[in-house]
T-cell receptor, first 114, second 117 residues
Framework: QQQVKQSPQSLIVQKGGISIINCAYENTAFDYFPWYQQFPGKGPALLIAIRPDVSEKKEGRFTISFNKSAKQFSLHIMDSQPGDSATYFC?????????????FGKGTKLSVIP | EAGVTQFPSHSVIEKGQTVTLRCDPISGHDNLYWYRRVMGKEIKFLLH????????ESGMPNNRFLAERTGGTYSTLKVQPAELEDSGVYFC???????????????FGEGSRLTVL
């Protein structure tokens, strides 16, 4: 059972365009939603994260939109650049648990073409 | 400051053999996690150490997998005997203390790719 569903699997965007990646979760106990960025040959690195008490969080060109009632959240990359080409993973966690597990989506491979 | 380091970066073994993966967390990080990504699938949690103690090993697939963290520093993950379905990338991650559970930032290593033939 996949608890965090991520789409699309791959995405091609022109330089300067907007990249949008969507995730949906099932477990209403989740209270922390990070996005990780992974470049080839590297490990995932935290990009931006949100908690369900806010509906949007922006850091530079990266914005998370969060819809608690729909149990959905999305990553928007404005003015996408070729350097943004990477695999993006959404994740969710319940911070009140004894152990801190991240439940990941399957990932989205983003290619930004010049 | 050195990040999370993992060794080996790639291991190719035959079914039935044994492999040991090593992870050195960021110095001073009490929390150490192992995750695995099978090709085309999501990154999945395996287990969590707090110092030398196993806090949560609910993600370990079966008893062919053994994780240790002697002395609360580096950790090893042994697969014995390896099966074809064990192929994938094994990630180690670390975080400093409970405060990082609030921020949620895990620092990942580059992963150890395991190929079982």
């Amino acid at each position: 059972q996949q608890q965090v569903k991520q789409s699309p699997q791959s995405l091609i965007v022109q330089k300067g365009g907007i990249s949008i990646i969507n995730c949906a979760y099932e477990n209403t106990a989740f209270d922390y939603f990070p996005w990780y960025q992974q470049f080839p040959g590297k490990g995932p690195a935290l990009l931006i994260a949100i908690r369900p008490d806010v509906s949007e969080k922006k850091e530079g060109r990266f914005t998370i939109s969060f819809n608690k009632s729909a149990k959905q959240f999305s990553l928007h990359i404005m003015d996408s650049q070729p350097g943004d080409s990477a695999t993006y993973f959404c994740a969710a966690a319940y911070s009140g648990a004894g152990s801190y597990q991240l439940t990941f989506g399957k990932g989205t491979k983003l290619s930004v073409i010049p | 400051e050195a990040g999370v380091t993992q060794f080996p970066s790639h291991s190719v073994i035959e079914k039935g053999q044994t492999v040991t993966l090593r992870c050195d967390p960021i110095s001073g990080h009490d929390n150490l996690y192992w995750y695995r990504r099978v090709m085309g699938k999501e990154i999945k949690f395996l287990l969590h150490f707090v110092k030398e103690s196993k806090q949560d090993e609910s993600g370990m697939p079966n008893n062919r997998f053994l994780a240790e963290r002697t002395g609360g520093t580096y950790s090893t993950l042994k697969v014995q005997p390896a099966e074809l379905e064990d192929s994938g990338v094994y990630f180690c991650a670390s975080s400093q203390d409970r405060r990082d559970r609030v921020t949620g930032e895990l620092f990942f290593g580059e992963g150890s790719r395991l190929t079982v033939l």
